[in-house]
């Protein structure tokens, strides 16, 4: 910067000093080179002096040429030193934004909802993904079997979800055998699942797709995953997670979403689970991405209830901002 204003100095000096010279000349010394001369010299004398002028003009031509040459030069260069100030700036407040937070006490926190699920027997941890596969069948029939499972239990509680799967198993739940079942007979074995029609009509597709495309496995990757019909972001990264025990990312649903916004555990309050997963994976510790899509949907199911937690009872209610807020009511 300080190179580039003395440069700008140093030109506009240079300018001064070519217009006071070109004033204090002739009236003729304007920026432009004259016509050839037309008449013959009368004298000498006069002829040389002629000379002399058309010299001094095209010499004076050159000079704002260069001129106008460095000027253009030191313009280009302003654009840039500003074009790269912006840069600065910018890069700083992305630092700024992406900066992520630890929150306070979180492994504190962390401690207590494992103690409080020690017992292992929300809902979750009997009848979530993880139990609806068959044991015995091969990786790639487990892995479809998970996928259905979790779309099955969106918008639907998990014994109910688990109940429709138990049915879907007896009747043969591979890639194959639901290419060749009627639509119709998946939405009577799944009912009562929210949106079941719909859920018949996706899983069925999906069978078509995994045969056409992925060898009747099913694709290894969330965006992959996304695009199968009614399969969903947190349904993607479960998936992942459990079918090809991968981490990949967490999974949020309505309980992580939740409970995640109650302790504080995003900068600020989040609208949607894809924004609350982002913020929880900007600080939380990846060795604990899958445990903690269970343990918060399980302390969702039976303590930080969507209505009325048990704050009361809860071993957090010193250190969450909820909690504090209804004890000392
Ligand atoms: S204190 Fe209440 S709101 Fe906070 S984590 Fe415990 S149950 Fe949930």
């Known amino acids: 910067m300080f190179l580039f204003l003395s440069r700008v100095n140093h030109v506009k000096i240079a ?21 050839q001369e037309c008449q013959p010299a009368s004298s000498n004398m006069a002829s040389s002096s002629k000379r002399q002028t058309r010299s001094n003009l095209i010499k004076q031509q050159a000079v704002k040429i260069k001129l ?28 700024v934004t992406k900066e992520p937070i630890m929150p306070e006490n979180w492994e504190t926190v962390l401690k207590n909802i494992q ?37 099955l239990s969106s918008q639907t509680k998990d014994q109910i979800t688990f109940a429709a799967m138990e049915k879907l198993r007896k009747h043969g739940l591979g890639v194959e055998n639901i290419i060749n079942t009627d639509e119709e007979v998946i939405a009577k074995l799944i009912h009562p699942v929210g949106f079941w ?12 797709i995994l045969a056409e495309h992925y060898n009747s496995d099913i694709p290894e990757t969330v965006e992959e995953l996304c695009k199968l019909p009614g399969v969903g972001q947190k349904m993607a990264v479960l998936t992942v997670n459990i079918g090809w025990d991968k981490t990949v990312g967490i999974g949020v649903d309505t309980h992580v979403h939740r409970i995640a916004n109650r302790l504080g555990w995003t900068r600020q309050p989040t609208k949607t689970p894809e924004s609350t997963q982002k913020e929880l994976e900007d600080w939380l510790p990846r060795s604990l ?18 209505v009325k937690p048990h704050c009361g009872t809860c071993l957090n209610r010193d250190l969450c901002p909820v909690g504090k807020s209804h004890v000392n009511r």
């Not at 001064?16 to 304007?30: G, L």
């Not at 699920?117 to 029939?141: H, I």
């Not at 991405?289 to 969507?306: A, I, K, R, S």
């Open 197 to 208: 029609k719909k859920k018949a009509s996706y899983i069925k597709k999906t069978a078509s």
């Open 15 to 35: 300018i001064f000093n070519v217009i006071t010279v070109m004033e204090s000349s002739s009236a003729q010394s304007t920026y432009f080179i004259p016509k």
């Open 289 to 306: 991405w899958n445990e903690v899509n269970v343990l918060l949907v399980g302390f969702g199911q039976q303590h930080c209830t969507p």
């Open 115 to 151: 103690i409080m699920r020690a017992k292992k027997d929300a809902p979750v941890d009997l009848m979530g993904a993880e139990k609806c596969a068959d044991a015995e069948n091969s990786q790639e029939v487990k892995r479809f079997q998970v996928l259905v499972s979790l779309m």
């Open 68 to 95: 106008e040459t460095d000027v253009n030069e030191l313009l280009e260069e302003k654009v840039k030193v500003k074009k790269a100030r912006k840069k600065v700036v910018v890069s700083m407040e992305d630092n």
